[in-house]
């Protein structure tokens, strides 16, 4: 089992905004985004699986950091999606597409689950659901109220418990749990990498 304690994150994320409040932020890039801006971010790879009808490049960013390019470059992305490069147990890239952020206001929790059998977010020690079963290779969401939580990751067939986050929330935050054969990793969703098209 893993442990991992996420005491303070910054106030600064700003992935729960819609595409066009993010892309009026100039701050957030030094040249900003389209106004169809697709975003993806690379987690624990580095590596490029072409996907979405384009090559896109890694960016220059720390975990956690979306670039984007425009929708009207790539073949089947809609504009303000969301996209996580990660890889499988055997090092594989695969392109995870993310559920909606639209609950403003709210803390949004992400489990990206790069297993090879299916997960579920729980509150630990015997608390309710806060995510449901997540197959290998996909992603699920919550939207919460600022809270602090102990989670735990689970395998949603055998109930064997992967690994636990506690988290300390607040309003406008949001924070993704990539969830590997190993270990539960809490990263803190981010803008910042910039474009990903030359």
Do not use: C
Request: net charge negative; glycine share 8%; charged share 15%.
């Amino acid at each position: 089992m893993t442990r991992i304690t996420l005491l303070s994150i910054a106030a600064a994320s700003l992935i729960g905004l819609t595409p066009a409040s993010v892309s009026a932020n100039t701050a957030l890039y030094e040249v900003p985004p389209p106004d169809d801006a697709v975003f993806v971010r690379w987690l624990n790879t580095s590596a490029t699986p072409r996907a979405l009808g384009v090559d896109v490049a890694p960016a220059r960013a720390a975990p956690g950091e979306f670039g984007h390019f425009p929708a009207s470059a790539s073949d089947t992305a809609s504009a303000g999606a969301h996209f996580s490069v990660v890889a499988d147990a055997d090092g594989h890239a695969h392109l995870v597409e993310e559920p909606v952020r639209d609950a403003l206001g709210k803390v949004h929790l992400l489990l990206i689950n790069a297993t090879d059998v299916p997960v579920r977010m729980v509150v630990a020690e015997g608390g309710s659901e806060v995510i449901p079963a997540t197959d290998p290779l996909t992603s699920g969401m919550r939207a919460v109220n600022p809270v602090t939580a102990t989670l735990a990751i689970v395998n949603a067939i055998s109930g064997d418990e992967i690994g636990t986050a506690t988290l300390v929330l607040r309003r406008g935050q949001d924070v993704t749990l990539l969830v590997t054969s190993r270990n539960v990793e809490v990263i803190e969703d981010g803008f910042g990498a910039g474009p990903l098209l030359d």
